[in-house]
Structures are given as structure tokens and as C-alpha cells.
């Protein structure tokens, strides 16, 4: 059994933020994956978001980032999810705009919420997908507000062209390890 979780935080306010690029890949893989009519299902033992199809889990946490560990450590441990099957979905700002990297292992790199999953699930030692959305150009910014703000219309544009060409393969293969 694999589990796929996308992060994000819950509610329309952060729908299309940059902290939000994991729930945006996890819904358009599973609406190509399935197609369109997708039902998720609110978990409330889970407090996630989860669809499921033969062999794979997919789940958005519904808690907010810097506490997602626990819904991931539920699934995990409910599923009895070998960590060398789970892939977790994030934004990282140290990355470029537009760069991906599948990896498993490494460091969160300050992101709170793969520091909770980390915190909770005792290791770091499963598979990440991380999407670049970069820093703020005006060093004065704050990171946090940044990945809190949504996306412009060209991104989106982008991230779908990306979605395409690169994403929808990295996660496919993953699922086909």
C-alpha cells in the first residue's frame, strides 16, 4: 500500500497560496490519474482529505501546516504504511520557481510542516516531492508571508505546463517503485 499526501493549509483563504503547491499537485494528479467527479473523503480520524484507489491512498490534511505531522502519523500507522511507500508533496522556497526534486531522505530545510511529520513520525527516512515556488525577491519579505500569498495567474499557468511535462512522471513513478 502506498500513501501520497499533499500539504497545504485548509480553506478557501489559502487555496491557490504557495504553501498550499502540495494540495494543487495532489488534485490535478488524482483528476488526470481518475478524471473529473473526484469524491474526497473527510477522514475526521485522520482529519484529512483522503481518496483511495487499489493499492494507493491519496490524503490533504485538513489541519494547518506547522501541525500536519499528526493526520500523516495517523494514516501511516492506521495503514501500517512502510515509510519507503509514503511521498509527501510540499512547497519549498529553496528551490527555484518551477524546479522539482523527488528525494527521500534530506532535511526540512525549515519547513514546518515536513518538521512536524519529521517530529512525529520519529525519521526523516521517506519519499519527498519538492516544489519550488523560490524566495521573495525583496529580502525585507518574510518567507512566511510569501508562501501565504497566491499564486498570479502566470504561475498557475506554469505550474499546469509543469504538471504536464514533469510532475504527473515523478509521482507516477513513484507509485510504480
Not at 484507489?53 to 489541519?63: F, M, N, R, S
Not at 519507503?84 to 528525494?103: M, P
Amino acid at each position: 500500500m502506498k500513501l501520497v499526501v499533499g500539504l497545504g493549509n485548509p480553506g478557501e483563504k489559502y487555496e491557490y497560496t504557495r504553501h498550499n503547491a502540495g494540495f494543487l499537485i495532489l488534485n490535478a494528479f488524482v483528476a488526470k490519474k481518475v478524471g473529473d467527479g473526484i469524491v474526497w473523503l473527510s477522514e475526521t480520524k485522520f482529519n484529512a482529505h483522503v481518496y483511495r484507489e487499489e493499492g494507493v491512498i491519496y490524503a490533504k490534511p485538513q489541519t494547518f501546516m506547522n501541525r500536519v505531522g499528526e493526520s500523516v502519523s495517523k494514516l501511516v500507522h492506521f495503514y501500517n504504511i512502510d515509510l519507503s511507500n509514503l511521498l509527501v508533496i510540499h512547497d519549498d522556497v529553496d528551490l527555484i520557481k518551477g524546479e522539482f526534486k523527488l528525494k527521500k531522505g534530506s532535511q526540512a530545510a525549515g519547513h514546518h510542516g515536513v518538521e512536524d511529520i519529521f517530529s512525529k513520525l520519529g525519521t526523516s527516512d521517506f519519499f519527498r516531492l519538492r516544489m519550488g515556488v523560490g524566495r521573495p525577491l525583496d529580502k525585507k519579505y518574510e518567507v512566511e508571508d510569501y508562501v501565504l500569498e497566491k499564486f498570479s495567474d502566470e504561475e498557475i499557468s506554469n505550474l499546469k505546463d509543469l504538471f504536464e511535462k514533469k510532475i504527473y512522471d515523478k509521482i507516477d513513478g513513484f507509485l510504480n517503485l
